[in-house]
Structure formats: C-alpha cells, structure tokens
C-alpha cells in the first residue's frame, strides 16, 4: 500500500474560523496532490493561548464532537476522502485536555487521544491548562495505514514512539507548536527537536511527520517566535522533505507501508526487545 | 566536575596479545591529554568473530576476572588513574555472555553489564554465541561521574539508554563493531547508527559516546568492513567530536556534568515522564 503522508506548516491568529478557513485551503491543496493523510500543526484553534496563565482561554475548550475544529474540519475530510488529525482544546466535563481527535476519510471521528505528556516553563504553561491525558496512546487503523500520533511534548519521548509502535503504527505523526523560549532569545531548539524524532524514526524503523507552526504571536506576553522546520523522516531517520523557519506551505511523501513492514522484520528489533528486562520504565 | 571523555576507534586483529597493546597505546595518548574515562571498541580481543558461526570461538570465552583483557588493561586503569569499560566475551559457568567489565580508576572490577539485546542477521551471527544478558542494565558511579554502558545493539534501544539514564547515568557509553552487510554491499547504516544514539541524547538530555571499530576483516566467511564513525554527542545530539570511516585515533571532549544535570533539570522530560502509562512497554 502506497500513502502519500502531508504535513502543513502555517501562522495561526485569533480568529478560529479564519484558522480553520486556512487549514482548509492547505488540506485541499495537499489532498489535489494526492495526499492521503494530512496533518495540521497543534491547537489550530488560535494563537498559541499558553505562552501566559489567563483564565479566558477555558472559554475556548469544546467537547470533541462540538468542537469548532472538529465540525469545521469533517465536511472536507469527507469530501476529499482524507484522514485529518484534528488537534484541539478539549473538554471533558470538569477536565480539560490538548487532545487529538482523529478523523477518518469518511470524516468520522475514529477517537480521541489526549497528550499525555504536559510540558511547563517559560513560554509553554500547559501545565496550567491541560490535565496529563487519560486515554493512553494510541493508534488508528485508517484506510491508508495505521497511524500514530503523538501531540507536540509527546514527540521528545522515546516511550510514546514506542508504544504507538508496539500497537503496530505504520506512521508516526506529530502536530506541534515550538519556538523561541522566552528565559534564553539566543536558545534555538529546533534541530534538537528534529534529532529526537529522528532517532524515534530510526529506533522504530518507521517514518515520522511533524506539523509545526511559524509566525510571531504577540497576543500575549512576550512574544513568542514558532520555528517551523516541519519535516517526514524516512524509516532510516533521514529527512526527506523539510520547509523552513518561515515558509508557509504543505509537503508531502509516498510510503509503501509494505515493503517499511518487511524492512521493520529485517531490522529485528522488535525481535529483540526485552520487556523483561524493561522494569525501570 | 568537568570529565573529559575519550573514545578509541581502530581496527583489530587475531592476536589478541597484540590487540590489547594497541589500546594500551591509545589509552595512554588518551590520558596524556587529560581523558578521565575511555571507549576502546566492542571485543577488542580479537576480529569480530560473529560474522559466521564457528564453534573454535568458544576457546575465546573467559571469565571476567580471568579475561586475558582485563587483566591486561587493569594495569593501565590503575596507573593512568583512568575508568575502562572493557567490552569482553565472557564465560559464567555453562553460560557465555558479550559483556562490559567496568574498570575504575584504581584497575578494580566495579561490575560487569551482559549485553541485554542480541542481534542476529548475515554478518552478525550474536545470537549463536552469546546467551542474551541477565544483569538489566547498569551505570557505575565513578570518580568521574556516573557512567552507563550499553553495547552495540543496545544502542538502537531506547529503553537501554532511557533505563540507565533513570539510574542517575550523567554520560552514555557504546562500544560497537558495525560496518558493512553482507546480504547488501550498498547498504550503508552508519548515519541511523549515529541518528539513534543522537536521539538517545536529546532524549535524556545527556551525552553519548560510541567507540566502533574500523578496517577490513578477512579471518572469516565473507570479508566485512566495519565503518568506523565513533563519535561523542552532547546533551542536544549535536556531535561535537567524530572520526572518519578508516581513521585510526582518539577523540575526546570535557563535559561539565553539574551543568549537564541542571540542564535535564530545565528540560522537565523526567518531571513529565508517565511511568503509568507505559504499561505496553
């Protein structure tokens, strides 16, 4: 089976229905190429609200089938008959989660996995926001693959590419917001960024695509800086396709999941794990 | 405390006399200019004998405090005030294990570490001899900081490097011998090999160091290369220190290993570790 994986790199502002407009014409571009599975960058929903603790963005936390993002975003999924994973403030009665919720080419919703893995510092108080998620990881039998997706802090753990591996994920994708770091204006984070990905790539014989944002955000704070560089890495590590700090724009890949399956036996490593000698984990 | 590391990469032959010799020597380079704690390559006693099975190897397995090696590098450990890992194949009883024999700075055995992840495929025949490990992976608290060690295949683990790191290790170490496969004379893994363990840095916000080995050998079966490659990574995977594909030598870098652990602090990644989530693992 042949997928052809995209990935949009793109500035969000405050209006979410100008947010969603835009991812649109990004999905709609990549699906007129042939893309099977497109994936958006974190929280497409605003300017990235967690740069400050301000009580105002709880306002904008939906359930997953009401939220604006989620019904704005399946008519298109359906229509061009792609998969969308739809990342998105979500709320869960009293709880709020950064939450994925997946859509499949029919543009239903196949589930929800929330981040598990909740950063906090300067510039990224999610802490403050999302409650560490619940649904542990996951993965989803699409019609063009199994995929696994991982949301932005997640993609620096070894753990959660792994686990999305062991439930047999073809791909690994991962939507994200990361940029400059308030505490250090000289700090440039983004090739370790890739590099972390990279070896999940290679350790899990299997591509891995991410979606970050670009654009300067002055809605709250100091203004934040959102570095791009979102890029598909092949099964080796390698990145294949990239955009830059800047760039607007979508790319795009073909992977023939068969033959990355066969590669994965080649390699042996899930041969050769030893999870009972994994206790420390 | 500032370490300085070192990592030996040359070839080896079938004169095991001569081989410790030949790291004796580097070792000595490496301590002259100041290396706390050095790499000599995967079973330096002899040519990587994996690439076929061939029963005379077991002549070849000793115990650890009997390893012609050991006993022959323990000298140099104690009058060079330096810590070795010494990557042995050792006998325990009917049992035969690739193994690290961890040397402090007074020549004394700290411990011994069994290679945890066994490989198997055309040119690397492990599992034929070598029982996978039973000690679970293992840092040693030297003069010079704490010090994990994994070996060869484990450095395509995540959970190797991710386990040492828990148990407090400051720098991760590899001894390798990887190069060529035989079932694909193009294929070249040498850049995944260093993408893994670069991932292994970002990860766990800590150094890596990999020793290989390099030349061809022709003792047995097909005529193998190993690609050298050895390099030291610092604590974002950027790699600071690497040799070439034939080079013989010794690289070296200081880490301040105070710094390096208020920067894992900063990063937050064992703060928001899920353990309760990694139940698949």
């Known amino acids: 089976m042949i997928t052809k994986v995209a990935a949009i790199q793109t500035s969000y502002s405050q209006d979410m229905k100008s947010n969603i407009d835009k991812t ?3 999905i709609e571009q990549a699906a007129g190429q042939g893309a099977n599975v497109i994936l958006p960058p974190e929280l497409l929903q605003n300017i990235y609200f967690c740069t400050t603790q301000d009580e105002r963005w709880f306002d904008e936390a939906y359930e997953a089938v009401e939220h604006p993002c989620v019904i ?32 499949d080419h029919e543009g239903s919703i196949m589930g929800v996995y929330r981040k598990t893995h909740i950063p906090d510092g300067p510039g990224y108080q999610e802490k403050y926001y999302f409650k560490p998620g619940d649904t ?11 995929i696994g997706v991982g949301i932005c802090w997640d993609q620096w753990f070894p753990e959660c590419a792994r686990a999305m591996a062991l ?15 308030p505490y250090d204006e000289a700090l440039d984070t983004s090739a370790a960024w890739q590099r972390a990905m990279q070896g999940h790539a290679v350790s899990n014989a299997m591509p891995v695509i991410a979606a970050n944002r670009i654009g300067t955000e002055k809605g709250l704070g100091s203004p934040q800086s959102f570095y791009g560089h979102s890029f598909i890495a092949d099964q080796t590590g390698a990145i294949l396709q990239e955009l830059g700090e800047v760039e607007e724009g979508v790319i795009m890949h073909d992977f023939d999941l068969k033959a990355l399956q066969k590669n994965r036996s080649i390699w042996g490593f899930f041969r050769d794990r030893r999870s009972d000698m994994y206790g420390d984990l």
């Not at 439930?167 to 770091?181: C, F, N």
């Open 24 to 26: 649109i014409g990004f």
């Open 72 to 103: 704005g975003l399946q008519p298109i999924a359906k229509k061009l008959g792609v998969v969308i994973p739809v990342s998105i403030f979500e709320r869960d009665g009293p709880h709020t989660y950064n939450s994925v919720v997946m859509l």
């Open 136 to 146: 542990g990881f996951k993965v989803w039998k699409t019609k063009f693959g199994t």
């Open 167 to 181: 439930q047999g994920a073809d791909l690994l994708m991962y939507p994200t917001a990361i940029g400059s770091e």
